[in-house]
């Protein structure tokens, strides 16, 4: 189907009704639904669909640069660009074909050949498991003749019922470089991280389970990830939020992003190599 601005967007549906919706432009997973219908992914009231700027939400893939951390723009250019629908992929191991899914391609244009001269191949797989998990797999494959290092984060908007009311488990004790503080180095010494001004971190070498709880909603996130080391955290709490033209006001309350990435240490694929890293979002029920 297509949105109003006639971009294309694949929906993918289980059959017991749990279902996703992918855009083209930028590979963005752009919703999440539970077979009751419930949104999972935050995308805010004043999200811009006209490419190339990305959708306010969702979840936008940030690649070859996580941030501000290298020449390019903020997250990269995959998230602004076209992808097209990959007819023939690659078989994936150990992924069945069953399950609805889709697989996305992108490839440099000369444009982005000028600004970042690595010619590579991404290709994206989405599929919604039976039980209604999103599963989001990434290959990276260098066809160049030259070494090349990227950064990565699957920009995970999850929606939640009130920012002062989760916590996320599973980054006790981590070292992570803090965003807010010129990226300086600190240790988590809390239990489990809660809310209460702006959060922008990436927390380092986290196992491959964190989890995001909703006391009000009563459901917890899980986020499972392989090949993605990092987990960064943002909430852009109250005077951010104002300065984020396409984020309302008080929208900072129900949204937090958690995402896989890879973002301390560079992924470095030689020529002919390939580079996986998957996400899988899950829900549960929690007391
Ligand atoms: C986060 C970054 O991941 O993304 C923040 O750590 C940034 O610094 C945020 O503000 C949103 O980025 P953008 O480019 O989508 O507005």
């Known amino acids: ?64 640069q996580f941030g501000n951390r290298g020449s390019l723009e903020q997250h990269g ?31 440099p244009s000369e444009d982005d050949l000028k600004i970042w001269p690595h010619s590579f191949e991404f290709r994206l797989r989405v599929s919604l498991a039976a039980e209604g998990y999103l599963s989001i797999i990434s290959r990276v494959r260098n066809v160049n003749s030259k070494p090349f290092s990227f950064s990565f984060a699957y920009h995970t908007y999850l929606s939640i019922s009130d ?28 239990d489990a991280l809660t ?30 990830k392989d090949g993605l080391p990092d987990v960064v955290v943002w909430n852009p709490w109250e005077k951010k939020a104002k300065a984020v033209g396409d984020l309302g006001d008080e929208e900072y309350k129900q949204m937090l992003c958690v995402d896989g990435a890879a973002v301390e240490k560079p992924i470095t694929l030689k020529p002919g190599e390939e580079w996986t890293g998957r996400l899988e979002l899950s829900v549960v029920p929690s007391t």
């Open 195 to 224: 809310f209460e001004s702006e959060v922008d971190r990436v927390y380092l070498d986290s196992c491959n389970t964190v989890a995001v709880l909703d006391h009000e909603r009563k459901r917890t996130f899980v986020i499972r």
């Open 1 to 64: 189907s297509k949105d109003r601005n006639g971009i294309e967007q694949v929906i993918l549906r289980n059959n017991r009704g749990a279902s996703a919706r992918v855009s083209l432009h930028g590979g963005q997973v752009l919703s999440w639904k539970t077979e009751r219908g419930e949104e999972l992914l935050f995308t805010s009231s004043k999200a811009i669909f006209n490419p190339p700027k990305a959708v306010r939400g969702g979840i936008p893939i940030c690649f070859p």
């Open 163 to 190: 920012i002062s009311e989760v916590r996320v488990e599973g980054l006790e004790t981590l070292d992570y470089l803090d965003n807010l503080y010129q990226k300086e180095r600190f240790t988590e010494q809390g």
């Open 77 to 107: 250019f995959a998230r602004n660009r076209m992808w097209t629908i990959d007819k023939n992929p690659p078989p994936l191991p150990n992924e069945s074909n069953a399950k609805p899914h889709i697989d996305l391609l992108l490839k």
